[in-house]
């Protein structure tokens, strides 16, 4: 299944945009606004609507990359889903980035994942009207399990209910995604949502306090910090169209519950990279017990993703 490994490589690419985040909303002198950063990765996420213009290049429609003749007019559905999509995306960012600063990545992302995973899971036979084999459950149920116990320990609550909000919006975000493939073509609502993106994102300047916040802190960031930021929702854009490509080929409830295999990356990233890594994002956790729990639950999640097509 090709897809799998779209939202494989997907994920990988995520693992080092979850820990460019971090280093991003924890330094006070970056963007300590949550909601100024969410403003940007979802206007810079929308502008990925530029990757049509390629299409227009000779030879390159052929080789899969969306095509501006593919594209036909939106339906009220269409428009209506690419603006819900752009909305619980923004929602969902957030409340991530608040969790990041108050928490380390590989404790706020499994929680955040985990929860997201099963959201969909949930949300998919309420919307879609999915339906599963028992093996296929208890495969979801067993990644989402070993994506929470990556988390070391149980941060503050009002850390949890970050992470909570941020995984229902999340979860409900992929939903929308997929019911806007259903109702479309890939290129259609690939099209319209990074449309909606841009148009919701920039109706945000519409109101005097949003445009305040977002002005205030444009001020203060460094050429640097913005380079920093425009490459690590490069790399977010990146994985985000492989994510919604395996979306529209595949099963939206093992898209996220592939969610998984981020964390399982972030871990490795934070291990092996610690000394040249830093403080805010490194992990300098090397005991032997720490290795091996670790090692147990990337045990529990290759499992439940074994399971998933038992």
Not at 88 to 106: E, G, I, N, P, Q
Not at 118 to 127: C, D, E, K, R
Not at 224 to 238: C, D, E, N, R, Y
Not at 285 to 306: E, H, K, N, Y
Request: aromatic share 14%; hydrophobic share 55%; glycine share 6%.
């Amino acid at each position: 299944m090709s897809w799998i490994l779209l939202a494989a490589v997907g994920q990988f690419i995520n693992s080092i945009v979850a820990i460019l985040d971090k280093y991003i909303v924890s330094d006070e002198r970056a963007l300590p606004r949550p909601f100024v950063y969410a403003f940007y990765s979802c206007l810079l996420t929308g502008f990925w609507v530029v990757i049509f213009i390629l299409g227009l290049m000779p030879g390159l429609s052929s080789l899969g990359m969306p095509s501006l003749a593919n594209v036909t007019a939106p339906s009220l559905i269409v428009v209506a889903l690419s603006f819900l999509s752009a909305y619980t995306f923004f929602l969902a960012l957030v409340s991530m980035y608040d969790a990041l600063r108050k928490a380390d990545a590989s404790t706020v992302m499994p929680i955040i994942g985990s929860i997201a995973g099963l959201s969909t899971f949930g949300l998919s036979y309420v919307f879609l009207e999915a339906s599963h084999s028992p093996n296929f459950v208890w495969g979801i149920l067993l990644l989402a399990v070993g994506t929470m116990l990556v988390a070391q320990t149980l941060p503050k609550a009002s850390v949890v209910l970050n992470c909570v909000h941020s995984g229902l919006f999340f979860a409900f975000h992929w939903i929308t995604i997929k019911g806007l493939f259903l109702e479309t073509t890939f290129e259609t609502g690939f099209f319209w949502s990074r449309v909606g993106f841009i148009l919701f994102t920039l109706s945000l300047l519409l109101v005097p306090v949003y445009l305040s916040k977002i002005k205030s802190q444009a001020g203060t960031t460094s050429v640097k910090t913005g380079f920093l930021v425009v490459s690590t929702k490069v790399l977010a854009g990146i994985a985000a169209f492989l994510l919604l490509k395996a979306t529209d080929m595949g099963d939206v409830t093992v898209v996220q519950a592939l969610d998984g295999l981020r964390f399982v990356f972030i871990l490795l990233f934070t291990s092996v990279f610690a000394h040249w890594l830093p403080q805010s994002v490194a992990d300098k956790d090397t005991r032997p017990s720490t290795f091996f729990r670790r090692l147990l639950f990337v045990i529990v999640i290759s499992i439940g993703f074994a399971m998933l097509f038992a």
